[in-house]
T-cell receptor
């Protein structure tokens, strides 16, 4: 089945640093990748949608300069949390889809903790 | 606009008992509906999906869900719960009829008692 690998699974860093999270589709070409944020005991909130080779589309209220998304190839998208602060601590999950009519396949998530 | 409501943030059943997790949706277009399972500190795994074919959808791990348009429901069931079913379950509807841009419900945590 379709596999999406997300790395790192966990990161702890100091306030003010930037953190990059990678999302790779291992056995299919992902024309579209999605980035979600999940707060404790809550549902997933879509942050942005990225299509290969074009700028990401951000959901309302998500700062695009804070959460930089790059989808440079059909198998890799990255989310960079710039100048992270404690309020950015969360569980970030990516998903990938090969076509509009195909379901999303999810990575295992990245737990980000900012001290 | 699409939305999903999951009734009950926490459901507890005994091992071997029926599992019923409720999901109601709202959609201005024929919906695509999904159930996902999430184990602690992991991403989501697709259990099953409804895409306007058969109204009774069978998924993995013995789960199934029935699409009822008249009730705008897509409840998830499993005849006999297993300890390994304990997890968080999310119902989702797809925006604009495709399978991208999912709108998730708030989730239901399923506990299974021995």
């Amino acid at each position: 089945g379709a596999v999406v690998s997300q790395h790192p699974s966990r990161v702890i860093c100091k306030s003010g640093t930037s953190v990059k999270i990678e999302c790779r589709s291992l056995d299919f070409q992902a024309t579209t990748m999605f980035w979600y944020r999940q707060f404790p005991k809550q549902s997933l909130m879509l942050m942005a949608t990225s299509n290969e080779g074009s700028k990401a589309t951000y959901e309302q209220g998500v700062e695009k300069d804070k959460f930089l998304i790059n989808h440079a190839s059909l198998t890799l998208s990255t989310l960079t949390v710039t100048s992270a602060h404690p309020e950015d601590s969360s569980f970030y999950i990516c998903s990938a889809s090969s076509r509009e009519d195909q379901p999303q396949h999810f990575g295992d998530g990245t737990r980000l903790s900012i001290l | 606009a699409q939305s999903v409501t999951q009734l009950g943030s926490h459901v507890s059943v005994s091992e071997g008992a029926l599992v019923l997790l409720r999901c109601n949706y709202s959609s201005s277009v024929p919906p695509y509906l999904f159930w996902y399972v999430q184990y602690p500190n992991q991403g989501l795994q697709l259990l099953l999906k409804y895409t306007s074919a058969a109204t009774l959808v069978k998924g993995i791990n013995g789960f199934e869900a029935e699409f009822k348009k008249s009730e705008t429901s897509f409840h998830l069931t499993k005849p006999s719960a297993h300890m390994s079913d304990a997890a968080e379950y999310f119902c989702a509807v797809s925006v604009a009829g495709g399978q991208g841009n999912l709108i998730f419900g708030k989730g239901t945590k399923l506990s299974v008692k021995p």
